[in-house]
Nanobody
Framework: QVQFVESGGGLVQAGGSLRLSCVVS????????IGWYRQAPGKEREMVAA????????NYDDSVKGRFTISRDGAKNTVYLQMNSLRPEDTAVYYC?????????WGQGTQVTVSS
């Protein structure tokens, strides 16, 4: 029904940047709001950024505001997360999913590791 494929993670030093990609595949449903989530070891999954169509309204968790930017390319069914000024506390597995309502099945995520 709806699938999310995340990519772009990696190992980066503190202060560095990464751009994550999320390809959204849906044969039945249209999703009007996509969120980027992250889950650090031993912690609950949290949403860090979201984007809502058609006006591309964005919102961010305070922990990433000013450092992360969410965007989308509708033609490619892809949502991006540009992450700048990365910190060790940003280390987590990053996922994308709907930003409203019950989440769809989670993808495998992409690991982001920030070294100090």
């Amino acid at each position: 029904q709806v699938q999310f494929v995340e990519s772009g993670g990696g190992l980066v030093q503190a202060g560095g940047s990464l751009r994550l990609s999320c390809v959204v595949s849906s044969t039945t449903f249209s999703i009007n709001a996509i969120g980027w989530y992250r889950q650090a070891p031993g912690k609950e999954r949290e949403m860090v950024a979201a984007i809502r169509t058609p006006m591309d309204i964005t919102n961010y968790d305070d922990s990433v505001k000013g450092r992360f930017t969410i965007s989308r390319d509708g033609a490619k069914n892809t949502v991006y997360l540009q992450m700048n000024s990365l910190r060790p506390e940003d280390t987590a597995v990053y996922y994308c999913n709907t930003a409203v309502g019950r989440p769809w099945a989670w993808g495998q995520g992409t690991q982001v590791t920030v070294s100090s």
